[in-house]
């Protein structure tokens, strides 16, 4: 505290003139400071304020802010479940792929983005709506006619084995007592 001037030295002094009370520290407190700056007060080598002028409004929101950074697929980028694109004079900008963007959360809730030391405003992107397929879908359960393109190429038709129907049909009332079971066909 006081560039590591003051470090103790009040309490110090309090106790040395058996100071308890909040009244007899405030009594005792400007004869204190007067003699502690006589002690310790140095006058500057330059008498003009050190002090920067404060920076305008604009660098002010740049700088009280919250600040996230996100990457953008072109120009666009997604912040609080919400896709955003960048935008300069209400043109859409284009970015380089995977370009860190940062958003800027202003106090008053507004927010905008931040891109090679230049603010962007956000709008809001709306996607454009997808190409109708050339076809409408057909619909679900849907069968070809007999003799539709599909039916007449395929798979050989089976031929009938009576033996192999009959012992599908009846494959349980046909075990015999010995365990031997016809094999399974098909």
């Given at each position: 505290?006081?560039?590591?001037?003051?470090?103790?030295?009040?309490?110090?002094?309090?106790?040395?003139?058996?100071?308890?009370?909040?009244?007899?520290?405030?009594?005792?407190?400007?004869?204190?400071?007067?003699?502690f700056?006589?002690?310790?007060?140095?006058?500057?080598?330059?008498?003009?304020?050190?002090?920067?002028?404060?920076?305008?409004?604009?660098?002010?929101?740049?700088?009280?802010?919250?600040?996230?950074?996100?990457?953008?697929?072109?120009?666009?980028?997604?912040?609080?479940?919400?896709t955003?694109?960048?935008?300069?004079?209400?043109?859409?900008?284009?970015?380089?792929?995977?370009?860190?963007?940062?958003?800027?959360?202003h106090?008053?809730?507004?927010?905008?983005?931040?891109?090679?030391?230049?603010?962007?405003?956000?709008?809001?992107?709306?996607?454009?709506?997808?190409?109708?397929?050339?076809?409408?879908?057909?619909?679900?359960?849907?069968?070809?006619?007999?003799?539709?393109?599909?039916?007449?190429?395929?798979?050989?038709?089976?031929?009938?084995?009576?033996?192999?129907?009959?012992?599908?049909?009846?494959?349980?009332?046909?075990?015999?007592?010995?365990?031997?079971?016809?094999?399974?066909?098909?």
């Amino acid at each position: 505290m006081l560039w590591g001037t003051l470090q103790s030295r009040l309490v110090v002094e309090l106790r040395v003139q058996g100071i308890s009370d909040l009244n007899q520290a405030n009594a005792f407190l400007p004869g204190f400071i007067e003699r502690f700056n006589a002690r310790f007060q140095v006058e500057p080598e330059d008498p003009e304020p050190a002090y920067l002028a404060s920076p305008d409004k604009e660098a002010l929101e740049a700088i009280i802010c919250a600040k996230e950074t996100r990457v953008a697929t072109g120009s666009v980028l997604s912040y609080q479940g919400e896709t955003y694109c960048l935008t300069e004079e209400e043109k859409m900008l284009t970015l380089p792929q995977k370009a860190r963007v940062e958003i800027l959360l202003h106090l008053d809730g507004s927010i905008d983005a931040q891109y090679n030391q230049k603010r962007y405003e956000l709008s809001p992107f709306k996607r454009p709506p997808k190409r109708q397929e050339m076809a409408p879908p057909k619909p679900k359960g849907h069968k070809p006619k007999p003799d539709h393109p599909w039916r007449q190429y395929g798979l050989p038709k089976r031929q009938y084995d009576p033996v192999e129907d009959y012992f599908r049909k009846h494959e349980r009332q046909h075990i015999n007592p010995g365990g031997w079971r016809p094999p399974e066909v098909g």
